[in-house]
């Protein structure tokens, strides 16, 4: 949540391995441009940068095994909405 450049969904991608699946999710037109170009830099295949909120994850239930937020749960005014999207999207 919050992907900004994308540095840890690529490190993400490279632990899951290529039968995997890493997602980045970010709000900000210019922080998936650098991802994106991050990501064409780092020549993996098995991520994909999401625009959203989130508020809204743009994924469907049960999606993710894991997620990682870092400085950016706190900058919600809705954190309870933030933390029932978490948990819809995960696996159970």
Sequence with gaps: LGSGGGIDVLLSARRVGPTGKAYGL??????????????????????????????????????????ISNCVINLSADKDKVLREAFRVLKP
């Design 26 to 67: 970010d709000m900000t037109d210019e922080m998936l441009a650098l991802a994106n170009e991050n990501k064409r830099k780092s020549g993996l295949e098995n991520v994909e940068f999401l625009k959203g909120e989130i508020e809204s994850i743009p994924l469907p239930d049960n999606t993710v095994d894991v997620i």
